[in-house]
């Protein structure tokens, strides 16, 4: 089964919580703060496999969370919790399901995406010795997980694509000059995935995929087309495969029309791609026929070449003409991993007025909030002092807030408090 589509569910691990403890030592009179920072949570990595060929592995599981980070223990740093690196095909687009932005192109072997990173471990209360503050009895909680809901894309890298309408040869020509064993049957519809196949000539070779034959209508989502034809896209030359029949039982230029029409709805640049035109199973008309039909089809500008890949006819000039045309493109550039920045910078916040009070925003502040215990009444209070030092107070009184006056950061909502 080929599978170049799944939407999957991913999760980081959340950081492990700080400890709030104080070491008791039979020589040391008054003792002190000792708790230990928790561990770090897991990130998810998406890694390039080359021995991966479709993303079937994901039809199964759909929903996958890194290990969460250990809390600390006394004086002891908690493990960091355990990466979850997930495995995709060469040539895996990574978006998100969301918004529809793209956040990673895997088109090399090895390429790695983190696409969710692990929460932050908590302080211990250790880390907050001071001068001032020389006795806390609060340790910090572990930052929280990122989630997403990832749609990923398979885009196969070949140097040479096959496309014709179905019944064109496709699957026989790729069988006959490689080692892939395609499904060949004379029915509409033989190839439902691509195939891939290594060529040899002389010196050089490079690989070709067949893909699923075109109908009228394909670029707009009818029959299998659309489904594939995102595979063309990252191919160097296509070579258009064109049955010849005798007259009374098919059209090889309405045929070409077809497939022409359809490549150039569904993409400026996949029309833009050059491409040869194969005239296929010349085995089955007489040569004045084959003749008819390549000069007809010549006048397209394509260079057409008659083949039969039952006798080999043709098949070697044919070979040696896209090896050449491939010597002399210069390969696809495409870019490994693209991170695309987040809309608001981590570092920056804002307040935001809202019906019933005021709501602070932003990665930052967001994150000091999830990871303050808000049963600790001296952690609240250092969470004040930091939202102080930052301005955050003193733009919530810039915008008219008072007393009690309710103030949202994620789940929690709390009352502002004006120590002026």
Known sequence: MFLDEVVVEVESGKGGDGAASFHREKHVPRGGPNGADGGRGGDVILIADPHKRTLIDFNYIRVFKAEDGVKA??????????????????????????????????????????????????????????????????????????????????????DVGLVGLPNAGKSTLIAAISAAKPKIGNYPFTTIEPNLGVVSVRDTSFVVADMPGLIEGASEGVGL??????????????????????????????????????????????????????????????????????????????????????????????????AGMLAELEPIELVPVVQLAPTMPADLWNVLVVPDGFELVGKRLERMVAMTNMESEEAVTYLHRRLTRMGVIERLRELGAEEGDNVYCLHHVFSFVDEL
């Open 225 to 322: 087309g659309h489904q594939f034809l995102r595979h063309i896209e990252r191919t160097r030359v296509l070579v258009h495969l064109v049955e010849v029949m005798p007259m009374d039982q098919s059209d090889p230029e309405e045929n070409f029309r077809i497939v022409e029409d359809e490549l150039t709805r569904y993409s400026p640049e996949v029309a833009a791609k050059p491409r040869i035109v194969a005239l296929t199973k010349v085995e089955l008309v007489d040569e004045e026929t084959t003749q008819l039909y390549a000069e007809a089809l010549a006048q397209s500008g394509m260079k057409v070449f008659p083949i039969s890949a039952v006798t080999g006819q043709g098949i070697p000039p044919l070979l040696d003409h896209v």
């Open 73 to 158: 223990v006394s004086n002891k740093n908690g493990r960091d919790g355990e990466d979850l690196e997930l495995r995709v095909p060469v040539g895996t687009q990574v978006f998100d399901d969301e918004t529809g932005d793209l956040l990673a192109d895997l088109s090399a072997p090895g390429l790695r995406a983190v696409v969710c990173r692990g929460g932050k471990g908590g302080y211990g209360n250790l880390h907050y010795v001071s001068s001032v503050r020389q006795v806390p009895r609060f340790a910090q909680l572990g930052a929280p997980s990122e989630a997403l809901k990832l749609r990923l894309e398979l885009k196969l890298l070949a």
